[in-house]
């Protein structure tokens, strides 16, 4: 096989910052944190691992702004008095081989599990649907509350730079509290804060504006953003166009395309469409198409991406600039440089299940968590692993996960 241009081509963002190439390691949460919601020795090897596979772009998973709101157990967390010494060890690990690292910034909202959190906030007090008592109802931010919640924001996005990350992504897909914001589903307010699409992407615009300002000229800015919620009344594909074109006003840097919620999980399963798309292997390549028309921004998308063909496709069709993998690169940690260098058409196949859909995505949760958590440790990634091992081990895992500071 022979090297491929396309994925190999640099891209320089609006802030100067050069990728080195067009493949990115989306964002998994590794849920590897140490007491005190720190990054540790198991997040440097794992990344060290990532660095030196061949992506020019790493995200990292979940780093929450409030230790009071995390998603999982073993969230980092990265707030005003944060030592900065793991978080630099981190950063310098992943860009040893010559990538741009950035940090995911995240706050759940109400999808903070029940036992992490008796009281969750949101935009309003509407509960996760359809998951059962795993999610308590949560209380509505007042406006003080969200103003200081900017501000958390901006502060995390200052103390990334300063720890050696060349850029940050906000997080406002996947129904954690960006998204919720912009869902009419999830924010029914009526003040400055909701009551129509501009009033409730205003929280999104803050946050981005806040932390362009805590920032240097030539740190990277990204969002990650729903192409819809998938939800009947949500956050619809048209409101997103128009936060896309928003956006790319904005000057962000990057915008990553994703889809769905914890309701409604999309960004794991696919779209409703997707039976009818299987030649295109990408969840939301429709979407970018669409999203090409409103913005010259460039745009990332992730979800679905398994084939050298359908990499190539999607940048040759002009709607895509950067193609995000995840899950492959937890059992294929080199995966972006073989593509790189043609020794490799396509990821290795996983195929994974025991039953019912909801089991199935616990199984494959956890199969992939597994594959982080080896490679943390120091060993490699076990793509022969049986789904109901992955399952006994991540559910171990659980159990002698220290709970102090998680």
Same mark, same amino acid.
């Given at each position: 096989?022979?090297?491929?241009?396309?994925?190999?081509?640099?891209?320089?963002?609006?802030?100067?910052?050069?990728?080195?190439?067009?493949?990115?390691?989306?964002?998994?949460?590794?849920?590897?944190?140490?007491?005190?919601?720190?990054?540790?020795?198991?997040?440097?090897?794992?990344?060290?691992?990532?660095?030196?596979?061949?992506?020019?772009?790493?995200?990292?998973?979940?780093?929450?702004?409030?230790?009071?709101?995390?998603?999982?157990?073993?969230?980092? /967390?990265?707030?005003?008095?944060?030592?900065? &010494?793991?978080?630099? %060890?981190?950063? +310098?690990? =992943?860009?040893? $081989? !010559?990538? *741009?690292?950035?940090?995911?910034?995240?706050?759940?909202?109400?999808?903070?599990?029940?036992?992490?959190?008796?009281?969750?906030?949101?935009?309003?007090?509407?509960?996760?649907?359809?998951?059962?008592?795993?999610?308590?109802?949560?209380?509505?931010?007042?406006?003080?509350? /969200?103003?200081?919640?900017?501000?958390?924001? &901006?502060?995390?996005? %200052?103390?990334? +730079?300063? =720890?050696?990350? $060349? !850029?940050? *992504?906000?997080?406002?897909?996947?129904?954690?509290?960006?998204?919720?914001?912009?869902?009419?589903?999830?924010?029914?307010?009526?003040?400055?804060?909701?009551?129509?699409?501009?009033?409730?992407?205003?929280?999104?615009?803050?946050?981005?504006?806040?932390?362009?300002?805590?920032?240097?000229?030539?740190?990277?800015?990204?969002?990650?953003?729903?192409?819809?919620?998938?939800?009947?009344?949500?956050?619809?594909?048209?409101?997103?166009?128009?936060?896309?074109?928003?956006?790319?006003?904005?000057?962000?840097?990057?915008?990553?395309?994703?889809?769905?919620?914890?309701?409604?999980?999309?960004?794991?399963?696919?779209?409703?469409?997707?039976?009818?798309?299987?030649?295109?292997?990408?969840?939301?390549?429709?979407?970018?198409?669409?999203?090409?028309?409103?913005?010259?921004?460039?745009?990332?998308?992730?979800?679905?991406?398994?084939?050298?063909?359908?990499?190539?496709?999607?940048?040759?069709?002009?709607?895509?600039?950067?193609?995000?993998?995840?899950?492959?690169?937890?059992?294929?940690?080199?995966?972006?440089?073989?593509?790189?260098?043609?020794?490799?058409?396509?990821?290795?196949?996983?195929?994974?299940?025991?039953?019912?859909?909801?089991?199935?995505?616990?199984?494959?949760?956890?199969?992939?968590?597994?594959?982080?958590?080896?490679?943390?440790?120091?060993?490699?990634?076990?793509?022969?692993?049986?789904?109901?091992?992955?399952?006994?081990?991540?559910?171990?895992?659980?159990?002698?996960?220290?709970?102090?500071?998680?």
């Amino acid at each position: 096989m022979t090297p491929q241009p396309a994925l190999a081509a640099s891209l320089t963002l609006r802030c100067g910052a050069t990728l080195p190439n067009r493949i990115a390691k989306a964002a998994m949460s590794e849920q590897l944190a140490a007491p005190g919601h720190l990054p540790d020795a198991r997040l440097v090897r794992l990344y060290e691992r990532w660095g030196a596979g061949g992506a020019g772009l790493l995200i990292t998973g979940n780093v929450m702004i409030d230790p009071a709101a995390l998603g999982e157990p073993g969230n980092v /967390v990265l707030e005003a008095g944060t030592d900065l &010494a793991p978080f630099r %060890a981190w950063a +310098e690990a =992943a860009r040893g $081989g !010559g990538a *741009q690292a950035w940090v995911q910034l995240n706050h759940p909202g109400r999808q903070s599990p029940r036992t992490l959190s008796a009281e969750p906030v949101a935009p309003s007090a509407v509960g996760v649907k359809g998951l059962g008592p795993a999610f308590a109802q949560p209380r509505a931010l007042d406006a003080l509350e /969200v103003e200081a919640l900017v501000e958390r924001f &901006a502060v995390a996005a %200052a103390l990334s +730079e300063r =720890a050696g990350f $060349g !850029g940050i *992504q906000i997080h406002a897909a996947h129904g954690y509290l960006i998204s919720q914001f912009l869902s009419p589903l999830a924010n029914v307010r009526d003040d400055a804060w909701g009551g129509d699409p501009p009033r409730r992407r205003r929280f999104l615009f803050e946050v981005l504006r806040a932390t362009r300002a805590a920032t240097q000229p030539g740190f990277a800015i990204g969002v990650k953003l729903n192409s819809a919620d998938f939800q009947r009344g949500g956050f619809s594909e048209r409101e997103s166009l128009e936060v896309v074109r928003l956006l790319g006003e904005e000057a962000v840097d990057l915008i990553e395309i994703s889809g769905g919620t914890y309701e409604r999980a999309a960004m794991w399963e696919g779209t409703p469409q997707q039976s009818s798309t299987r030649a295109r292997e990408a969840y939301f390549l429709e979407f970018a198409e669409r999203a090409r028309d409103v913005t010259r921004a460039p745009l990332m998308l992730t979800g679905g991406f398994r084939s050298l063909e359908g990499m190539q496709a999607a940048l040759a069709s002009g709607a895509v600039d950067v193609i995000g993998l995840a899950r492959p690169l937890a059992a294929e940690p080199d995966l972006p440089a073989r593509l790189l260098a043609g020794e490799a058409s396509a990821a290795l196949p996983i195929r994974l299940g025991l039953g019912s859909r909801k089991l199935n995505l616990l199984v494959e949760g956890s199969w992939y968590q597994v594959q982080l958590q080896r490679m943390g440790s120091g060993k490699d990634p076990d793509p022969r692993m049986s789904s109901l091992r992955a399952l006994a081990s991540g559910l171990c895992g659980a159990f002698r996960r220290p709970r102090r500071g998680l």
